[in-house]
């Protein structure tokens, strides 16, 4: 087998492409390097910069290096940015899979793992939510990944393609501090930057339905979902892997954002209380995976809890960032 991980320069598909390398697995990566970085992967790997938009590139890249399974991680993910400018998402997220899809089928390829997102559900009102809720979501960067879904899943009956999504909550930590996210666009990062700009973390909203009024999310750590990444490719090749499977990939807890800031306080030990700003338009009061079906399909649970995520990333920042807050 060798596969091909689109976007895998990238935070998420760093970890992805080290985690399938590590397990034995031939690797190459294909990324447009906007947000991906060359440093994160190991230097033996084969890079090949490009876009998934560029059909000609990547029949080229599939047929030199014999490719028989693809990874697709490459996506613009801000949901802010997606609501700008929704025209630019479709065209990336939706036209890239599109063409790429498109070379898969046309190379023969019979094996896709797409990385979707809990996005697609919206906020749907109940406890745990499972790969059955229907799905509403409620911004463009959401809607490129439920349509994804659908294109996928039609390719794969079209052309005899076995396919896999996986649906990814709330994803923060590093396997390594070289690895860590430098974007600060998640909570986690967020709030590290302003700690280290020696301000107080901020919270949207603390008169939500939740036990201590605020919003209530599923956290994983990356290092376990690249290796959630690791099974669902296993299983794709597995001799009944015909077909397709949609899976949530979380740790089926809750942790409120008051909680998730006091373990960043602990670690950081810059523990000053949060500042409670106005509720967001469309936050949700609670999100959380029924991650049972993973386990089940995939053979795969998450390990790692949410302090190990925030010790990990903590590390990372400072690496990538410097200093501690006051320095």
Known sequence: ???????????????????????GERVLVLDDLSAGRPARLPAHLPLVEGS?????????????????????LAARKQVGESVADPTRYYRENVGGLATLLEAVAE??????????????????????ITEDTPCAPVNPYGETKLAGEWLVRAAGRAHGISTVCLRYFNVAGAAS??????????????VFDRLTRDEAPRIFGDDHPTPDGTCVRDYIHVADLAEAHLAAARRLTEPDASGDLT???????????????????????????AVVR???????????????????????????????????AWQGWLLHHGGRPGD
């Open 52 to 72: 998934s938009l560029d059909g000609d590139l990547l029949k080229r890249v599939l047929a030199e290096h014999a490719v028989t399974g693809v990874v697709h």
């Open 177 to 190: 501090p070289e690895l860590a996210d430098t974007g600060v666009f998640n909570i986690v990062p967020m």
């Open 247 to 273: 899976v949530n990939i979380g740790r089926g807890e809750g942790v409120s954002v008051r909680e998730l800031i006091t373990v960043i306080g602990e670690v950081t030990g810059d523990a000053r209380p």
């Open 107 to 128: 190379a023969g390829i019979r094996r896709f793992l797409f990385s979707s997102s809990a996005a697609v559900y919206g906020n749907p009102d109940v406890d745990l």
């Open 1 to 23: 087998m060798t596969w091909l991980i689109t976007g895998g320069a990238g935070y998420i598909g760093a970890h992805v492409a080290r985690a399938m390398t590590d397990a």
């Open 278 to 312: 106005a509720r967001r338009p469309g936050d949700a009061p609670r999100a959380v995976a029924c991650a049972a079906l993973a386990a089940e399909k995939l053979g795969w649970t998450a390990r790692r809890g949410v302090r190990e995520m925030a010790e990990s």
